[in-house]
T-cell receptor, first 114, second 112 residues
Framework: DAGVTQSPTHLIKTRGQHVTLRCSPISGHKSVSWYQQVLGQGPQFIFQYYEKEERGRGNFPDRFSARQFPNYSSELNVNALLLGDSALYLC?????????????FGEGSWLTVV | QKEVEQDPGPLSVPEGAIVSLNCTYSNSAFQYFMWYRQYSRKGPELLMYTYSSGNKEDGRFTAQVDKSSKYISLFIRDSQPSDSATYLCAMSAQGGSEKLVFGKGTKLTVNP
């Protein structure tokens, strides 16, 4: 069975541009969350979506937004990119949203902002 | 004070050694405790999952949770060079949340 899949795997953007990252959860999983991992740090929670509704939001500016589609896939959008947005963006999925459900991560999308 | 503290290392051990990795936390609401392994430039891979206090064993890996001390540990027995990676502890509170709070990660190298 396929795990959590993310695209693109690597991308380079210029300051001020916009980026869209995509995620397909494990088949049957209805909850998707997004994390940002800066080099040398642990992942930081950005958003969680369950059944297409936002369930949680981390301490990130409004430039970050996300949504979940009827097939439970998700996309993360970041506007007005800053150099500090350069990071590994991880998508995770679980059956019904953590709190007892195992959470699985994808391989991530490496974003470099120049 | 950070919610989850983890010594970033690096930690270097000879092959066959017992490795002990630890995290402390401050939020008493945490109920679910996980250890992830992350190879360089890859996504985190779930190793161990524990609910509340106690021990859990899986092959060469043992996870311990002491909620009274707010302290969790991961032990790796008979360590192998393939165990060389960054180990991340992660925790969450109840309520169907996928909001995990991670430690910084400990970089482990097992030397042949």
């Amino acid at each position: 069975d396929a795990g959590v899949t993310q695209s693109p795997t690597h991308l380079i953007k210029t300051r001020g541009q916009h980026v869209t990252l995509r995620c397909s959860p494990i088949s049957g999983h209805k909850s998707v969350s997004w994390y940002q991992q800066v080099l040398g740090q642990g992942p930081q929670f950005i958003f969680q979506y369950y059944e297409k509704e936002e369930r949680g939001r981390g301490n990130f500016p409004d430039r970050f937004s996300a949504r979940q589609f009827p097939n439970y896939s998700s996309e993360l959008n970041v506007n007005a990119l800053l150099l500090g947005d350069s990071a590994l963006y991880l998508c995770a999925s679980s059956l019904a949203g953590g709190g007892g459900n195992t959470i699985y991560f994808g391989e991530g999308s490496w974003l470099t902002v120049v | 004070q950070k919610e989850v503290e983890q010594d970033p290392g690096p930690l270097s051990v000879p092959e066959g050694a017992i490795v002990s990795l630890n995290c402390t936390y401050s939020n008493s609401a945490f109920q679910y405790f996980m250890w992830y392994r992350q190879y360089s430039r890859k996504g985190p891979e779930l190793l161990m999952y524990t609910y509340s206090s106690g021990n859990k064993e899986d092959g060469r890996f043992t996870a311990q949770v002491d909620k009274s001390s707010k302290y969790i540990s991961l032990f790796i027995r008979d360590s192998q060079p393939s165990d060389s990676a960054t180990y991340l502890c992660a925790m969450s509170a109840q309520g169907g949340s996928e909001k995990l709070v991670f430690g910084k990660g400990t970089k482990l190298t097992v030397n042949p």
